[in-house]
């Protein structure tokens, strides 16, 4: 059994107390052969300018630049609000997006049925949904340049953002998209705006070329990302792998993650290319949720976004495909018997903590490896 390398960098807030309970996960996994697993912990965000005065160190930069998965906490909180820009907490992460090139964020959005009544849709509309958004990460609008605010001297002003997409971006992130697809159910939507943008003709061409040369099998469909934003909330249950730019990801993804409920339910993977010789790829797996400072330290956060995260892990970077549908449906099981963290309580609902929701996972673990 190959042994993985892991960096946990559980940051601030309810960071470090999620990660708390993925740390027994990994302790447990080890223990019952599922895997081996071995970790090393760092600084990172508000905790690591309190040490070093940095958001994140050259050292820990070179750590996670080696390490087999990078497993990402929360940063921030209003303790670091004056501390110079280039140092606030965000940009730790920032910084590990950008060195690492990680260009492909995946987001699920999962309806565990115990939860369908907390979606603002009607129970059947998100009951078992199981979709992906894919959101390019590191092109487009939010990085293309020029990128200015111009004084006219006429009293107006003019700001420019640029929409920016190179054959090669779009190529890639179509691959992930399409190889993602195969380890589901075989179906891309691919949403872009070429009614009214170049970046959309080309995405639309790019993607269909990929689909010709190398994913025939999988079938593709296009939408206009506004209709496709409707359809979204209209009928989820018709996508499987969504893929998107940068701007439409970051707001599909967003309205995709409330139709099944709580931020604190919600994991994330950032991937990069493949490595021609290792054939690994480098990859960062964090909660949606930030550091929560008004529930910080008092053991009330909901771990199951971090757990699920690192569920992603097992799936996306270690081919553990069965550990990781053993995570999801120890989730699924604790959530089945009632147990609510307080972001997610329900009437007749048994309100845990941090700590009780963890351990209830891993006994469901334990149940389910067991029969
Ligand atoms: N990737 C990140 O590290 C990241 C992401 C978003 C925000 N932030 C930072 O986090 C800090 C707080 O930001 P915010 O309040 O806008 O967003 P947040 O996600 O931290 O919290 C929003 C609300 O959701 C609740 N919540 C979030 N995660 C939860 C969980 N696991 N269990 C239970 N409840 C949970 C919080 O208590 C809060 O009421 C800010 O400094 C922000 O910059 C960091």
Not at 194 to 220: C, I, P, Q, S, Y
Request: proline fraction near 4%.
């Amino acid at each position: 059994m190959a042994t993985h390398n892991l960096l946990l960098l559980p940051g601030d807030g309810i960071g470090p107390e999620v990660m708390a309970e993925v740390k027994r996960l990994i302790d447990w996994m080890n223990r019952h052969d599922l895997g081996r697993f071995e970790h090393e912990e760092a600084l990172v965000g508000g905790a690591c300018y309190d040490a070093h005065g940095v958001a994140i160190t050259e050292d820990t930069m070179e750590k996670a630049k080696a390490a087999d998965a990078i497993i990402f906490g929360a940063v921030g909180g209003p303790k670091w609000d004056k501390v110079p820009y280039e140092a606030r907490p965000e940009a730790g992460l920032l910084r590990l997006r950008k060195d690492l090139a990680l260009f492909a964020n995946i987001r699920p959005a999962i309806c565990y049925p115990a939860l369908a009544e907390s979606s603002s849709l009607r129970r059947e509309v998100v009951d078992g949904l199981d979709i992906v958004i894919l959101r390019e990460l590191t092109g487009g609008v939010y990085f293309g340049e020029p990128k200015t605010i111009t004084d006219l001297g006429n009293g107006q002003k003019r700001a420019v953002d640029t929409q920016v997409y190179d054959t090669y971006e779009i190529e890639r992130i179509a691959r992930v998209a399409f190889e993602l697809a195969r380890k589901r159910r075989n179906k891309v939507t691919s949403m872009e705006k070429r009614n009214v943008m170049k970046t959309g003709v080309l995405w639309h061409e790019v993607v269909d070329e990929v689909h010709r040369r190398g994913f025939a099998d999988v079938t593709l469909e296009h939408q206009l990302a506004d209709a496709g934003g409707m359809q979204l909330v209209r009928w989820p249950k018709q996508f499987d792998v969504i893929v998107t730019d940068n701007l439409f990801g970051d707001m599909l993804s967003d309205v995709a993650a409330m139709l099944t409920g709580s931020l604190g339910m919600l994991p994330s993977a950032s991937l990069g290319e493949t490595d021609a010789k290792t054939r690994k790829r480098r990859a960062l797996y964090e909660p949606v949720h930030g550091s929560a400072p008004d529930i910080a330290g008092k053991g009330l956060a909901n771990p199951i976004a971090m757990i699920a995260s690192f569920a992603m892990a097992l799936r996306y970077s270690f081919d553990m495909g069965k550990a990781a549908d053993l995570i999801d449906q120890a989730i699924a099981a604790a959530l089945a018997k009632g147990l609510r963290t307080a972001d997610i309580k329900s009437e007749g609902a048994t309100v845990v903590g941090t700590r009780a929701m963890g351990e209830a996972i891993l006994a469901e673990m334990e149940r389910l490896e067991r029969a």
